[in-house]
Structure formats: structure tokens, C-alpha cells
């Protein structure tokens, strides 16, 4: 299933960059955001996740990120997750950059993880910024900052705003210098982050994408895992834990 030239990468590098999307936490019971499951009340998600959105009509924006809060209440990281945990312990230079905002990777024990979208689980004040991870989860209306009492949002990257600087040039640098790279789960339409695994490859990382389906990525990998991520992963730990 793997090819020897893989083997040989899994085995020698030791680099390895891995960017993660949605498609990690679907067998976790978190919906993406493709198809049906992008769909709240009929309305789209690219629609309600915006800064637009927030400005314009905070309690519908409030009333979409309470249900998505609540829907990840209860979710456990998968075996796909752990495998990630188990790679980080394997390689001596390992970055995990996510486009999720779950904080799952964090949760199963990642220590090294680059959030590029921020975290839906903590409030960040839109006036003074103050972050706040005591949320609660029965909104009746907007919350409001302890400290300054105007209208927090999620800390959340909104579509129409820029990433963290310092988030993503880390997450160019871990991609433009592993000798590895593996997308897992993303469908790679998200710029800038459907860029950095096409970094890695000009730089000379071999370049491995894990996913059910063909992405606008897949023509230009070295190497298709076409399938459900907590399978492929935990493969590729049980032959590591045998090769290294
Ligand atoms: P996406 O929803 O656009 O695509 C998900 C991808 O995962 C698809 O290509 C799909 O084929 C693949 N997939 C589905 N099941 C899989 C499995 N078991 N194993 C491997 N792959 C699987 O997700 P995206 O590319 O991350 O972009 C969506 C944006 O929405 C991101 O910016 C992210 O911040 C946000 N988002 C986050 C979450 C989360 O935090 N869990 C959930 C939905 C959306
Ligand atoms: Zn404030």
C-alpha cells in the first residue's frame, strides 16, 4: 500500500510537516464543511462565518457558533488524532499546522501545533482582544467582555479576515524546510493554507496527501493515501514503530 520510495522518507526524514483539515475530525463526529454538512438552516457557511456577519447581525453570527460550540462538546479525538501524538513522539523535528478550530490535536496530546484558524472553544473580545476560555455554552444573547464590556466573537480566524502573522510564517517555515509533508483531511481550497504543501514540494519535500477524495491537490502529490485518515495513520505508525 505504501510505496518503497515512502517507506524510505518515513523511515530517513527527519523532518515531517503535517497540515490537518476538517476531514481529521469527521470520524470524531465533527461535520465538515463540504456538501450537505455545510449547510445551517439552509443558509451557507460562508455566509454566517464572516466578520460581515458579526458586525451586521450578532445574534444570528452568536446563535451559528453556539450550535457549532455544542455539536464539539462531547467529541473525543480519534485514532487518527492519536497517530499525530505518536508521530510527534517519532520525529525529532515534527510541526502540526491545523486548519481546524476544534482544538482536538491538542487534546489527544499534541504538543507542537500551529492553530492557523484560531480555537472556536475560547471568546476573544473585538474591541480590547482579551481572551477568555470560560464560555458558556447556553447563550441566551452575544456575550459580552469582562474586562470592557463590549461584543466578543470566537477566536476564530472569520472569512474576510487575515491569519496571525506569526502563526503563518511559522507554518510557511515548518513547510518550506521538512524533508516530509503529509495533508491530511483538507480539501484544499482554504488559501493560505492550501499553499504550504505546494511550498514544501518546490522546496524538495516529498509531498503525501491522505484523503477519501481527489482534491485540487492531488495532481501535484508524490504520493495519494486514498482513504479515512485513523486507518492510514495508525499504518503508518505500526510500520515506524517497527522500521525506527
Ligand atoms: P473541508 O470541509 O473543506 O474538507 C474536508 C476534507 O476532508 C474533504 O476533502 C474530505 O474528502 C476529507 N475527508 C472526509 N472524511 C475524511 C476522513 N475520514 N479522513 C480523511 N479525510 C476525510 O475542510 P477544510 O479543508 O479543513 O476547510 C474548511 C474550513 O472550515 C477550515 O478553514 C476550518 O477552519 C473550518 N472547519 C473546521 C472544522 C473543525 O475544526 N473540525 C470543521 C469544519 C470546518
Ligand atoms: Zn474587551
Not at 83 to 109: C, K, M, S, W
Not at 204 to 233: C, H, M, R, W
Request: net charge neutral; hydrophobic share 35%.
Amino acid at each position: 500500500m505504501f510505496s518503497e520510495k515512502l517507506l524510505l522518507r518515513l523511515k530517513h526524514s527527519s523532518g515531517l510537516t503535517v497540515l490537518t483539515g476538517a476531514g481529521i475530525s469527521a470520524e470524531s463526529g465533527v461535520p465538515t464543511f463540504r456538501g450537505k454538512d455545510g449547510l445551517w438552516e439552509n443558509r451557507k457557511v460562508e455566509e454566517l462565518a464572516t466578520i460581515n456577519a458579526f458586525q451586521k447581525d450578532p445574534v444570528q453570527f452568536w446563535k451559528f457558533y453556539n450550535w457549532r460550540r455544542n455539536l464539539l462538546k462531547d467529541v473525543k479525538p480519534n485514532l487518527g488524532h492519536y497517530a499525530l501524538v505518536d508521530l510527534e513522539r517519532i520525529y525529532p523535528e515534527f510541526h502540526l499546522i491545523t486548519q481546524n478550530v476544534d482544538g482536538l490535536h491538542t487534546t489527544a496530546g499534541n504538543k507542537n501545533v500551529i492553530e492557523l484558524h484560531g480555537n472556536i472553544m475560547r471568546d476573544k473580545c473585538s474591541e480590547c482582544g482579551y481572551l477568555n476560555t470560560e464560555i458558556n455554552l447556553e447563550l441566551k444573547e452575544p456575550p459580552k467582555c469582562t474586562k470592557c464590556d463590549k461584543l466578543t466573537r470566537p477566536d476564530v480566524v472569520l472569512f474576510g479576515e487575515n491569519l496571525n502573522n506569526s502563526d503563518l510564517s511559522k507554518a510557511q517555515e515548518s513547510s518550506a524546510t521538512c524533508e516530509l509533508f503529509i495533508s491530511i483531511g483538507t480539501s484544499s481550497l482554504v488559501e493560505p493554507a492550501a499553499s504550504l504543501p505546494l511550498s514544501a514540494k518546490g522546496n524538495g519535500a516529498y509531498l503525501v496527501e491522505i484523503n477519501p477524495e481527489d482534491t485540487p491537490l492531488t495532481q501535484f502529490v508524490d504520493e495519494q493515501l486514498k482513504g479515512k485518515s485513523s486507518k492510514i495513520l495508525t499504518q503508518i505508525v505500526m510500520i515506524l514503530d517497527r522500521m525506527r
